[in-house]
């Protein structure tokens, strides 16, 4: 989704914007543009692409082009009119004295521009933002913080907003809604950001906007105020990410380097967790009251975060014996959901940002549900929206395509599931005791997996010319194949459904012909036998099978499936950790072969901040 940068200080705006730009590529956009104070002219200079950021760091000289201490810059993910020079922000108004950054939408945008219409502004552009740029300046008399306000009382939608007036060449206004935006504190310097590795190079003091605020942006500081334009303190927070954690280190491409992340990560998230044969969660305020009444579970999530639910569902039905509902946040809002005070809703995002899911964390409280997050972006809006915010703790994840995320949430999430057992009563010690220690066992055993990641290159080197391919698994292992076979579609494009395997013979087996490529799933090994019984199914019928099983069960699966990936044994609570390693491996090396754009597939987006 688009991203913001800006930055009034004493250096030169228009190097730290492009760089902070750069930063910001992997959320996904179509075009790029700048708008700095032109100090001596008195005007805005306003410079935009199509393209690649770099066709318009080549078109400034890298920045060098622009002479201004102060600007805004934009990455534009088109939502209203194509990818264009034109359509790019940032957007002005119709004299050039006010531009505008945004990310969002406005929904009322078509009835603003009837108006302004109405009232003799000329457009430009086809984007909703160019609404905004041109109703502030409708309402502009001199006083531009009085003409923001006005402007955003009559816009409806999500937006993160940065400001230039021309006339106020020593502030920048910024101003969110719904979308995410942060402020950064310097020493003789103010920043704004849609996320803080753009800005992170810089300072690490950063204050998270909350929805409705306003904010001016100075060399000497950052006021605030609320929708009532009342005066509000923020708090400032440290940032501990590390500069280096947002930066490739020597890999190709971010991806491969999350993925070889996995097992520091996994050890960051779970290690502080576990400590004398107990799990500790600190400040958990699940009281054992409400446990004790809860009567259902929801999960709620989009993506490969509703794909860590799936296998949450598994987990927790088996080990509290409540029922759980998974729903994707874009569906959860429409669908009358049963949520009540004894529901206990959990909330999966790695951005934190996601609008659907941060859509659902609202209904599902206002329905009266108690809301846990598991989150990876510390003090986003759905952490701070929550009742109680469990973090993942895996760093920064810039590849689109999501992995330490992925394994560090369902990790926290199935501890979060035995810790439920334990509180309700519903696990054996014995379990309990041999589940803990595979967590500990894990982040060892995925080194194992991504030490053998030559054999998955191989197979990838194998079957990358195939048009389509189909993962096929049962419980745990369907679940995985959901994750397993979105990983592979959204960055190598080709096309790939996953299905529970006992559902072939109800339509989908029609399609298994001569060449097709089935990827199995068999790594469950309660249900390893049924899951054999579908490779003979579909070899039979002429299909390929690319399986995943343990090493326990490799022999008798490499006498059917045409190749076989393995991982070790380790409790099933765990195994879906470890199984989704070699098919984020797979998918990688299959789009590498393919020479696709792995860290930034096509339409695709890092955080999706609109419906
Ligand atoms: C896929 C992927 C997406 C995200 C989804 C939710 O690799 O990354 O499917 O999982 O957009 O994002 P978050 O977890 O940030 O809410």
């Known amino acids: 989704m688009c991203g913001i940068v800006g930055y009034i200080g004493q250096e030169q705006a228009a190097p730290i914007l492009l760089e902070g730009l750069s930063r910001l590529e992997y959320r996904g956009y179509d075009s790029a543009g700048v708008a700095v104070f032109d100090q001596a002219a008195g005007t805005l200079a306003v410079r935009k692409a199509k393209g690649r950021l ?9 920045g060098a082009d622009l002479n201004s201490t102060a600007g805004v810059g934009h990455t534009r993910w088109a939502t209203h009119g194509a990818p264009s020079d034109v359509n790019s922000h940032p957007q002005v108004s119709r004299s050039g004295r006010i531009a505008v950054v945004h990310n969002g939408i406005i929904e009322n945008y078509a009835a603003l521009k009837t108006f302004l219409l109405d ?35 009559r816009i409806q939608g999500a937006y993160a907003l940065g400001i230039l007036c021309a006339d106020f060449p020593d502030q920048i206004i910024a101003a969110r809604k719904d979308s995410p935006l942060i402020l950064g504190h310097g020493e003789g310097c103010s920043f704004l950001a849609s996320d803080v590795t753009a800005i992170l190079r810089h300072t690490r003091r950063v204050t998270y906007m909350e929805d409705g605020d306003l904010a001016v942006l100075t060399r000497e500081g950052i006021t605030c105020c609320n929708s009532l334009m009342q005066p509000v303190r923020r708090k400032v927070v440290q940032v501990d990410w590390e500069v ?78 409540r029922p759980v509902e998974v729903a994707l946040g874009s569906e959860f809002r429409y669908m009358d959901p049963i949520v009540d005070q004894h529901t206990l809703v959990i909330v999966i995002s790695q951005s934190g940002e996601t609008l659907d899911t941060m859509a659902a964390l609202r209904q599902a409280r206002q329905l009266g549900g108690h809301i846990l997050s598991i989150v990876n972006v510390v ?23 999501t992995t330490k995320a992925y394994t560090t949430q369902l990790a926290l999430l199935s501890l979060l599931a035995l810790w439920l057992a334990r509180e309700l009563g519903t696990v054996s010690q014995e379990e309990y005791r041999a589940a803990l220690a595979a967590f500990q066992e894990l982040p060892g055993k995925l080194e194992q997996v991504l030490a053998r990641r030559d054999d998955i290159q191989y197979f990838a080197s194998k079957y990358f010319n195939h048009n389509s391919i189909f993962f096929i698994g049962r419980n745990l292992d369907y679940a995985l194949g959901l994750e397993g076979s979105l990983k592979l579609k959204e960055i190598s494009y080709i096309h790939s459904e996953a299905y529970a395997s006992g559902e072939l013979k109800h339509g989908t087996i029609s399609l298994i012909e001569e060449g097709t490529l089935v990827v199995a799933l068999g790594a469950y090994s309660r249900l390893f036998p049924k899951v054999m019984s579908n490779v003979l199914e579909v070899k039979s019928r002429g299909a390929g099978v690319l399986a995943l099983t343990t090493q326990t069960h490799q022999e008798e699966m490499a006498r059917i499936a045409d190749a076989v990936m393995t991982i070790p044994e380790i409790h099933e609570l765990l195994l ?3 199984g989704v390693v070699p098919l984020q491996l797979f998918a990688y090396y299959v789009a590498l072969m393919r020479g696709c754009d792995i860290d930034k597939p096509r339409n695709l987006a890092k955080s999706v901040t609109v419906e």
């Open 54 to 62: 770099q066709v318009l760091s080549d078109q400034l000289h890298g």
């Open 119 to 153: 009232q003799g502004v000329p457009f430009t552009s086809e984007t909703d933002t160019e609404v905004v740029a041109q109703l502030i300046e409708y309402f502009y008399e001199g006083d531009i913080l009085s003409a923001v306000g006005r402007a955003l009382r």
């Open 244 to 321: 280096d954690a947002a930066e490739k280190g020597g890999y190709e491409h971010f991806m491969f380097k999350e993925i070889m992340e996995q097992p520091e990560a996994l050890r960051r998230c779970l290690s502080p967790r576990i400590s004398k044969g107990e799990i500790i969660f600190e400040d958990m305020a699940l009281s054992k009251d409400f446990l004790r009444r809860m009567s259902r579970i929801y999960i709620v999530a989009c993506g490969s975060s509703y794909h860590v639910g799936m296998v949450g569902k598994y987990h927790l039905e088996r080990l509290t014996r």
């Open 379 to 401: 003090g986003s809006s759905i952490a701070r929206e929550s009742d109680q915010v469990l973090y993942t703790w895996a760093g920064p994840e810039i590849a689109v395509a």
């Open 576 to 578: 879906p950790c470890l």
